[in-house]
């Protein structure tokens, strides 16, 4: 009776150790789908940004003369990204995109509003590196930098109150630079969805066929939407 309740008693508390050892591993909800993306994959993706900038400004000079202006502009820029991983969670890709934006600046003054709408469209283009890292669940935070360059041509009406068919062009050019800050879903080992929020740098210049030319520099933070397709 007494080796029984011993082997009772042994049998018990070895179950307890183990089950103790267990839930050390268990998966909690959350934890579980893809821990990474191996070295070699190829994915091939497609993402766009989209930014609304608003500006109202009102300087001391010019609000004394009853002088106040304001800007608007919205940006689209998308297209195709092929990336490979050098190394694991670790990729290196090319990002090929259209720019278009669209600028519209309201001078307001006794005389009444004055508005001029312009137009750029062209390329821009970053070489990209980003790193993956778990959040759990298939859902990774993927910071990355990239650097590269944009050229586009803007077009603004000449003087909309009599010319409304001729256009004054001018080239915008320069360098560019971008930090993702979004996260990637695997909704499978080849589906992929992103999103997040993209910081884009431009620092160029707009020439005129005249030859003149005026610097510029831009900072903006935009939201991205896209999806991929890994092989």
């Given at each position: 009776m007494r080796k029984s309740l011993t082997t009772v008693l042994v049998a018990a508390a070895l179950t307890t150790l183990a089950a103790d050892a267990s839930a050390q591993y268990d998966v909690s909800p959350g934890t579980d789908g893809y821990e990474r993306i191996t070295r070699g994959v190829f994915d091939l993706g497609f993402e766009n940004l989209l930014l609304v900038h608003f500006l109202s400004s009102n300087e001391p000079?010019?609000?004394?003369?009853?002088?106040?202006?304001?800007?608007?502009?919205?940006?689209?820029?998308?297209?195709?990204?092929?990336?490979?991983?050098?190394?694991?969670?670790?990729?290196?890709?090319?990002?090929?995109?259209?720019?278009?934006?669209?600028?519209?600046?309201?001078?307001?003054?006794s005389d009444g509003t004055e508005t001029i709408d312009s137009a750029d469209l062209g390329f821009i283009g970053f070489?990209?590196?980003?790193?993956?890292?778990?959040?759990?669940?298939?859902?990774?935070?993927?910071?990355?930098?990239?650097?590269?360059?944009?050229?586009?041509?803007?077009?603004?009406?000449?003087?909309?109150?009599?010319?409304?068919?001729?256009?004054?062009?001018?080239?915008?050019?320069?360098?560019?630079?971008?930090?993702?800050?979004?996260?990637?879903?695997?909704?499978?080992?080849?589906?992929?969805?992103?999103?997040?929020?993209?910081?884009?740098?431009?620092?160029?210049?707009?020439?005129?066929?005249?030859?003149t030319s005026d610097s510029f520099y831009s900072v903006d933070a935009a939201f991205g939407a896209g999806l991929g397709y890994s092989f």
């Open positions: 000079a010019a609000s004394s003369a009853g002088v106040s202006t304001s800007s608007t502009y919205v940006a689209y820029m998308g297209g195709l990204v092929p990336r490979i991983f050098i190394l694991d969670n670790l990729t290196l890709g090319l990002s090929l995109n259209i720019f278009y934006q669209s600028n519209t600046l309201e001078i307001t003054s070489l990209m590196a980003n790193y993956y890292i778990r959040l759990g669940y298939s859902l990774f935070f993927k910071p990355g930098v990239g650097v590269g360059g944009f050229y586009a041509s803007r077009e603004t009406p000449y003087d909309e109150a009599t010319t409304d068919d001729l256009e004054i062009e001018t080239a915008l050019y320069g360098f560019a630079g971008r930090v993702d800050l979004g996260l990637i879903y695997y909704a499978g080992a080849h589906f992929n969805l992103r999103a997040g929020i993209d910081v884009v740098i431009r620092y160029g210049a707009e020439e005129t066929h005249a030859g």
